[in-house]
C-alpha cells in the first residue's frame, strides 16, 4: 500500500495512516475480544497492517480506536476490523474516525466501498452505507479454522 501519511485533527484527537504510531499488541488485544477476530494471532494482525491502509484514532498520543482498508486505490474498498476502545465510546469518536477514513485521498471516487457488520448498521448508515440491493448476491468463502492450523511455508 502506498506510504504516504493521511492525517486529520480534532482538538486533542489525531486520526493517522502512520503505521509506526499503531501499538500492534494493543490492537490484537482489542481484537481478540471481537465477535469478527476472536482467536486471531498477533502475526496475523501485523500482516493485516502491513497489507492495508490502517486507521490509528488517537487521543491525547493514546490509541482510542483503529480501522483498516483493504482497497485497489481504484474501484474497490473493505472497509474492516473498526473498533472504539471501550472505556472511550459513546463520545462520537466512531462517527469521526468512519468519515476521517471515507476522505482519505486515495479512497475517492471508487465505485464500490463495502463492509460486514453484525452490530453497528446505524454508525455506518450515517455514513451513507447501504444494505446491498440483492443481499443475495452476496457471497463468501469462510474458513472457521484457519488460525488452528499450521501455516503452509
Do not use: K
Amino acid at each position: 500500500m502506498n506510504d504516504a501519511i493521511y492525517e486529520r485533527r480534532r482538538g486533542q484527537l489525531l486520526l493517522s495512516t502512520d503505521r509506526s504510531r499503531l501499538d500492534v499488541d494493543q490492537i490484537h488485544g482489542v481484537l481478540t475480544t471481537t465477535y469478527w477476530a476472536s482467536g486471531i494471532p498477533r502475526d496475523v494482525v501485523a500482516r493485516a497492517i502491513a497489507g492495508s491502509i490502517s486507521f490509528g484514532l488517537y487521543e491525547n498520543g493514546q490509541l482510542v480506536g483503529f480501522a483498516r482498508v483493504i482497497s485497489d486505490l481504484a474501484t474497490y474498498a473493505y472497509l474492516a476490523d473498526v473498533f472504539v476502545v471501550e472505556a472511550c465510546r459513546g463520545r462520537g469518536l466512531g462517527d469521526w474516525l468512519v468519515e476521517g477514513v471515507l476522505l482519505h485521498p486515495q479512497l475517492q471516487g471508487l465505485r464500490r466501498f463495502a463492509l460486514i457488520t453484525r452490530d453497528a448498521g446505524p454508525l455506518y448508515a450515517r455514513h451513507g452505507f447501504t444494505t446491498p440491493e440483492v443481499p443475495s448476491g452476496y457471497m463468501e468463502v469462510v474458513d472457521r479454522d484457519v488460525y488452528r492450523r499450521p501455516r503452509p511455508t
